[in-house]
Nanobody, 125 residues
Framework: VQLQASGGGLVQAGGSLRLSCAVS????????MGWFRQAPGKDREFVAA????????FYTDSVKGRFSISTDNAKNTVYLQMNSLKPEDTAVYYC???????????????????WGQGTQVTVSS
């Protein structure tokens, strides 16, 4: 299984970006797809996730109402639409996947077996 993240960049505060994560080697069926981020000097933190079965979505409080996670099952791709970006959103963003996870583990990076390479998001003030 390989995950390829893309879409990061430099944007002004208030702007938008859409991150993409293409998954190869396995279909989305029964998966949980997540986005995490890591700022310099900080731990990796949960951002958002989506359960393929049922389409349930999960967000950390700081991005609710601004970020939206979705999938294109035909393309085996998961997206993170980020609107109203703030300087504190600056980080390297990673996509992650797992096919054997209980719901309570979704925000934990340790629960994901597969990771993309990360894409830098920089929000200027």
């Amino acid at each position: 299984v390989q995950l390829q993240a893309s879409g990061g960049g430099l944007v002004q505060a208030g702007g938008s970006l859409r991150l993409s994560c293409a998954v190869s080697g396995r279909t989305f069926r029964n998966s949980v797809m997540g986005w995490f981020r890591q700022a310099p000097g900080k731990d990796r933190e949960f951002v958002a996730a989506i359960k393929r079965n049922g389409g349930y979505t999960f967000y950390t409080d700081s991005v609710k109402g601004r970020f939206s996670i979705s999938t294109d099952n035909a393309k085996n791709t998961v997206y993170l639409q980020m609107n109203s970006l703030k300087p504190e959103d600056t980080a390297v963003y990673y996509c992650a996947a797992d096919w054997n996870m209980i719901q309570s583990s979704i925000p934990s990076s340790r629960a994901y077996d597969y990771w993309g390479q990360g894409t830098q998001v920089t929000v200027s003030s």
